[in-house]
């Protein structure tokens, strides 16, 4: 049997709030090692949050989603992505595309 898959908007709020808040707290998780692994980052949870309300600026929401300006994140937590990690994240995202 199979079970209903709606989450309600109560519930998703504070997942989302928990997410932000797991992010924010583990500066560690590189944004090109979330790409590699699930094709998504917190920059694009930050575009996610921008498109759906509508009124953001990318600057608002990647602050949103980063807990500071983006460039002050980046400065102090972003390292040089190597080789390996592109190759996988360009990997992970080609998965990202709707299948024909």
Known sequence: MQ???????AAAAAAFRR???????????QNID???L?????????????EADGQLTKDEARRMIHG???????ANYQSEATPE???RMQESVAKNAPSH
């Open 34 to 36: 979330l790409m590699g």
């Open 3 to 9: 079970r209903d898959t709606h989450i309600s908007d």
């Open 85 to 87: 990690q592109l190759e």
């Open 19 to 29: 997410l932000v808040a797991h992010l924010q707290h583990r500066h560690d998780a």
């Open 68 to 74: 500071m300006p983006a460039a002050e994140w980046k």
């Open 38 to 50: 699930a094709g998504f980052c917190r920059n694009c949870l930050a575009d996610w949050v921008m």
